[in-house]
Antibody, heavy 116, light 108 residues
Framework: EVQLVESGGGLVKPGGSLRLSCAASGFTFSNYNMNWLRRAPGKGLEWVASISSSSGDLYYADSVKGRFTISRDNADNSLFLQMDSLRVEDTAVYYC?????????WGQGTLVTVSS | EIVMTQSPATLSVSPGEGVTLSCRASQSVGSNLAWYQQKPGQAPRLLIHTASTRATGIPARFSGRGSGTEFTLTISNLQSEDFAVYYCQHYNNWPPWTFGQGTKVEIK
């Protein structure tokens, strides 16, 4: 069974940083593209970033480009999202998801709140 | 950029009834469309990919149709566990993953 468990969320002030982690199990992590998505309060799902299976290709939404960095450790079956220069509008539940074209497995999410 | 528009925003339905949700793309996405279900506090769950193929473990009461710019998700014989928000997502030229704004199916 595909399991994805996010961690690292919390309360941070505008301009601050957080590093999210996603622990994967139940599948061969190194074979899959991985993604971060988010859902802000009262809004729909928004794609944030994607990384190819070998980390050779990285993609970012315009809203986070230059501030967020996606990475992975295939030896440890882990996905990461380094979030710098956080803004109030980055407040959301962040999900990791498996897949290239669409999400065939999702984690439960971790809440990031950016507030002074 | 392709924009996905879902309608209606909210559907009020009684258990046991059927319901059809709509998703429209601003330009053709072929059959590159997925549907997800999300319940409060839970992870999104993939229901349908390639417009009409049910994901593993998804009951037959969920069915997807369409191609090009017009898509539907039909849920027959609504069960209590089906009340949720449903999103469509196109994956023509991904990434990014582009979602509709969602349709909430609520109990009447």
């Amino acid at each position: 069974e595909v399991q994805l468990v996010e961690s690292g969320g919390g309360l941070v002030k505008p301009g601050g940083s957080l590093r999210l982690s996603c622990a994967a199990s139940g599948f061969t992590f190194s074979n899959y593209n991985m993604n971060w998505l988010r859902r802000a309060p009262g809004k729909g799902l928004e794609w944030v970033a994607s990384i190819s299976s070998s980390s050779g290709d990285l993609y970012y939404a315009d809203s986070v480009k230059g501030r967020f960095t996606i990475s992975r450790d295939n030896a440890d079956n882990s996905l990461f999202l380094q979030m710098d220069s956080l803004r109030v509008e980055d407040t959301a539940v962040y999900y990791c998801a498996r897949g290239g074209a669409y999400g065939s497995g999702w984690g439960q999410g971790t809440l990031v709140t950016v507030s002074s | 950029e392709i924009v996905m528009t879902q309608s209606p925003a909210t559907l009020s339905v009684s258990p046991g009834e059927g319901v059809t949700l709509s998703c429209r793309a601003s330009q053709s996405v072929g059959s590159n469309l997925a549907w997800y279900q999300q319940k409060p506090g839970q992870a999104p769950r993939l229901l349908i990919h390639t417009a009409s193929t049910r994901a593993t473990g998804i009951p037959a009461r969920f069915s997807g149709r369409g191609s090009g710019t017009e898509f539907t998700l039909t849920i027959s014989n609504l069960q209590s566990e089906d009340f949720a928000v449903y999103y469509c997502q196109h994956y023509n030229n991904w990434p990014p993953w582009t979602f509709g704004q969602g349709t909430k199916v609520e109990i009447k």
